[in-house]
């Protein structure tokens, strides 16, 4: 197992944590994209062909748009909603941690169940896509910001990408290159939407959604 691979999986549930604990949404963003550039690079050490054209493509577009460009376009909506800068949980920060740590136990127990379908996917690399996908699904149910909800959106993306280059073959570049181009419009629809929810409530809590129920 390539010393970098292992790197990056300890160093991703860093980030995963690290956006449990954060209470400021500025941080969170910066964590965001930290684990973007991070799992960005895992198409350029994964595979044994070494560094091909493709490789080198797809890394460089999830380099871009998951460290640069979303957070870049989260960090403009934060801005414009200066007065709420919390991230506001549903869960406590404590409870979250103790439930991230359930959520990587689970996800060891998943990645063993799975791993003799997928022989050739290394071990910590499949561990760590289940877990980014399990922890973006908590963060989306367990706050109460909005940009929280889309920084879970990008961590769930996040691990689908890395299971998708882990386990996938001979995938051609235009789809990969199409989920990314899916999330950027993922992003930016709900770019609009805080927006409007800003406008409209002053606030970008989802419960004062509530509100529009007639």
């Known amino acids: 197992m390539s010393p970098l691979i292992e790197t990056i999986h300890a160093v991703g549930l860093l980030t995963c944590f690290a956006l449990l604990a954060t209470s400021r949404i500025g ?3 910066r964590w965001l994209s930290f684990q973007g ?3 960005g690079m895992v198409p350029l050490i994964v595979h ?9 493509l797809l890394a460089g577009g999830n380099v871009a748009l998951k460290g640069i460009v979303f957070p870049w376009l989260l960090l403009g909506l934060r801005a414009r ?3 709420n800068r919390e991230v506001q949980p549903f869960v406590s920060f404590v409870m979250s941690i103790l439930c991230g740590i359930l959520i990587l136990a689970l996800s060891v127990w998943l990645t063993q169940e799975m791993k003799p379908a997928l022989a050739k996917a290394p071990f910590v690399m499949l561990d760590s896509s289940i877990f980014l996908i399990f922890i973006g699904l908590f963060l989306m149910i367990s706050r109460r910001n909005a940009l929280m909800q889309v920084i879970g959106f990008l961590v769930l993306e996040n691990g689908i990408f890395v299971f998708g ?15 990314l181009l899916d999330a950027f419009v993922g992003v930016f629809v709900m770019g609009i939407a805080i927006y409007h929810i800003t406008r ?8 004062r959604l509530t509100e529009l129920r007639g």
């Not at 044994?48 to 080198?56: F, I, P, Y």
């Not at 409209?200 to 419960?207: C, I």
């Open 37 to 39: 550039i991070l799992f």
């Open 48 to 56: 044994d062909d070494g560094l091909t054209a493709r490789a080198m």
């Open 200 to 207: 409209e409530f002053g606030s970008m809590d989802v419960d």
């Open 81 to 83: 909603a200066d007065f």
């Open 165 to 179: 280059v882990i386990t996938v073959v001979g995938t051609p570049l235009l789809v990969e290159l199409g989920v």
């Open 27 to 29: 941080a969170c963003i």
